[in-house]
């Protein structure tokens, strides 16, 4: 029996969430099978690491406004990806 091909998801906090300010939302990455998974922030690699499933968190600095967080999972030849739109708000305390 052929194995099934790579698959990928990646979840983070549902919206709405009680916001946590000052922290960034945690970012998970699950395949099944045992894969290297690799994270982007707009394009810019952030971490790469190999599991089930692997989690993400971003830099407290990273600016406000939209971001997608990519993830590629790789094992031999095979490669799945998928994307998720992640915004960040400024908090204004006037």
Known sequence: MPCPDLA???TSPSCPVTPAYGLPPTFTATTNKDANSTFYVDDVFQKSE???SVEFI???S???GKHIVRVVAEIGNEKEEVASTWTVYT???T
């Open 91 to 93: 908090l204004s305390l």
């Open 62 to 64: 990273i600016a406000s």
């Open 8 to 10: 990928v998801t990646l």
């Open 58 to 60: 971003p830099d407290v």
């Open 50 to 52: 190999s599991g089930l």
